[in-house]
């Protein structure tokens, strides 16, 4: 059972055609937070046992009308959760996500800790994920400050969104948690590092990088790259530029260090990816609607010539 703390912690998981995995993982979870819920974000109906399994373990399960994105899940979960349980703290997750035992009262002692030295916090982000530990921008007080932090495993005070307001759904995916951290810190709030708080996480797909078929090897190490589809360029790209045109003058350190990283994983999905032709395609398309001010869902009809 959790522990008192543990009880005022709400934990939202959005989901999208999940598989039976995250049964097992929202029951795990369960022994740290006082509620779980799980956001159905418009899946096919296939998925439909999975969530009546995670009813009958004792999870809130809500479900979308559509597939709105993954902010949308995240705000629907929120609003749901203060609503019905009036919790202290939101923990937020992917489907995919595993905190380690001790995360949300790791979570909750470096919260704590960093009050106690005077520190206003936003939220803390995982420390690790599967094994490789998150990049920081710095320390203060004592604490690591998160550079760039993925959303699943922030955990988040009630007062943060009373201040910064949710999740901008107009993005849907991509940059979500990007954009949260900026408006947080750009408010003055601490964005941290959790001690201790680790998280098993499927990091995508990574491809070898070959040129004639055989792998390139640089100094010793073989060159690998994250392969997306073309429409998730089209939001990689998108919602970068926003993001850098919204806070770029605020944070300029930060986003030139951003753009050098986007630069370098630009470099190697355009040199290696197959498809590059439509690759090409989604991120002119995305650059090119954020310079318009475009959010939202990828346009259907760009959509269909990218698939």
């Not at 979870?29 to 799980?38: D, S």
């Not at 320390?139 to 969104?161: H, R, Y």
């Not at 792998?215 to 993001?243: A, D, K, Q, W």
Request: hydrophobic share 40%.
């Amino acid at each position: 059972m959790p522990s008192s703390d543990q009880q005022s912690v709400a934990a939202i998981i959005a989901a999208y055609k999940p598989d039976a995995s995250l049964v097992e993982a929202a029951k795990n979870l369960r022994t740290q937070a006082g509620h779980v819920i799980v956001v159905d974000d418009g899946s096919p109906s296939g998925s439909q046992d999975v969530f009546s399994e995670l009813v009958n373990a004792g999870m809130t399960v809500i479900h979308q009308p559509e597939n709105a994105g993954i902010a949308a899940a995240l705000n629907a979960g929120v609003e749901f959760a203060k609503t019905n349980f009036h919790p202290d703290f939101y923990l937020t997750l992917d489907q995919d996500s595993q905190p380690n035992p001790e995360y949300v009262s790791n979570a909750l002692g470096t919260i704590r800790r960093a009050n106690d030295a005077g520190m206003d916090v936003g939220f803390v982000s995982a420390s690790a994920y599967s094994g490789h530990p998150i990049p920081i921008m710095g320390s203060l007080n004592g604490f690591n400050i998160a550079f760039d932090p993925m959303q699943s495993g922030f955990m988040i005070p009630k007062q943060t969104f009373d201040r910064v307001g949710t999740f901008d759904a107009g993005l849907f995916i991509d940059g979500v948690d990007t954009e949260f951290t900026m408006r947080t810190r750009t408010a003055g709030l601490a964005v941290l590092v959790g001690e201790g708080c680790d998280i098993e996480h499927d990091l995508g797909r990574r491809e070898p990088g070959k040129v004639f078929g055989r792998p390139i090897m640089i100094l010793g190490r073989e060159i690998s790259y994250n392969y997306h589809s073309p429409s998730r360029v089209y939001y990689i790209c998108r919602n970068g530029t926003l993001i850098t045109r919204r806070y770029g003058l605020k944070a300029p350190s930060w986003a030139l260090r951003r753009l050098v990283e986007e630069a370098k994983a630009h470099l190697l999905r355009f040199a290696f990816s197959p498809g590059r032709g439509k690759l090409l395609r989604a991120a002119a398309a995305g650059f090119s609607d954020a310079l318009r001010g475009r959010t939202g869902r990828i346009p259907p009809a760009l959509e269909r010539k990218l698939r």
